[in-house]
C-alpha cells in the first residue's frame, strides 16, 4: 500500500511540475499563419541614411551623372569623337554604379553581406569615379566643336568630380576611423586573453 501511495504522489508531483514548466516555457504554440509572416523583414528604406551626408552625396552623383550622360547623348555629330565616347562610358559606368550602391545602402541591404567591407567598396567606387569623371572632362574640353550639349557635358562633368573628391574625402576619413576602432578592439582582446593567462599561472605556480 506504501508503494502504491508513493508512486501515485511521485505522479502527481511529475504532473504538477510539467504543468508548472509548460506554463513558464518561453516556447509557447503560435496562432500566427505562416503566410501572413513578413518575409522581406529586414529590407527597409534607411531613410535617416538619405538625410546623412554619404546619402546625400550619393544622390547628387546619380543625377549629376545621369545629367552628364544625357547631354553627351544628345550630341548627333562628332569628329574626333574619342572624347564623347570616353565622357559617354565614364558617366554612365558611374551613374549605374554609384546608383547600385545608393539601392544597397538605402535598403539596408549591406547589413545581409557582412562579409563585405563596404565602407571600402564606397571609397574606391569614389575615388576611381572622380579620378575618371575629372580625366574624361578634361579630354572633351580640350577636344570638342563648342556645341552647347558638349559644353553642358563638361560643366556637369566638373560638378560631379567635385562631388565624389568631397565624397572620397569623407569615405577615405570614415574608413581609417573604423580601421583604428577595430585596431584598438583587437589590441584590447589580445591585453585581456593575455591578462587571463597570467592570472591563471599566477592562480597556478605549479605550472610555471
Keep these: 500500500m506504501r508503494t502504491t501511495e508513493e508512486a501515485e504522489g511521485f ?6 511540475t510539467s504543468m508548472i514548466s509548460g506554463a513558464s516555457s518561453p516556447y509557447q504554440p503560435t496562432t500566427e499563419p505562416v503566410h501572413s509572416r513578413n518575409v ?5 528604406c534607411d531613410v535617416e541614411y538619405l538625410k546623412s551626408y554619404f546619402g546625400i552625396l550619393k544622390v ?3 543625377v549629376l551623372s545621369l545629367i552628364g550622360f544625357i547631354c553627351i547623348e544628345t550630341i548627333m555629330m562628332c569628329s574626333p569623337c574619342g572624347g564623347v565616347y570616353f565622357f559617354e562610358f565614364v558617366s554612365c559606368s558611374a551613374f549605374v554604379v554609384t546608383g547600385v550602391l545608393l539601392l544597397i545602402f538605402s535598403l539596408n541591404l549591406h547589413t ?9 567598396t564606397d571609397l574606391v567606387n569614389t575615388a576611381i569615379s572622380a579620378f575618371f569623371f575629372f580625366l574624361s572632362s578634361l ?7 563648342n556645341t552647347g550639349a558638349e559644353i553642358a557635358a563638361v560643366i556637369f562633368g566638373f560638378l560631379v568630380t567635385g562631388v565624389y573628391g568631397l565624397n572620397t574625402f569623407l569615405a577615405v576619413r570614415r574608413w581609417r576611423l573604423g580601421n583604428g576602432c577595430q585596431g ?3 589590441t584590447s582582446e589580445y591585453m585581456r586573453a593575455r591578462t587571463a593567462s597570467r592570472g591563471e599561472m599566477e592562480a597556478r605556480p605549479e605550472l610555471a
Aim: one cysteine or more; charged letters at 15%; proline letters at 3%.
Design 40 to 44: 522581406l523583414g529586414g529590407i527597409r
Design 112 to 120: 545581409k553581406m557582412p562579409h563585405v567591407n563596404w565602407s571600402l
Design 139 to 145: 579630354v572633351l574640353a580640350c577636344i570638342n566643336h
Design 60 to 62: 547628387v552623383e546619380v
Design 11 to 16: 505522479d502527481g508531483e511529475a504532473s504538477n
Design 184 to 186: 584598438v578592439a583587437q
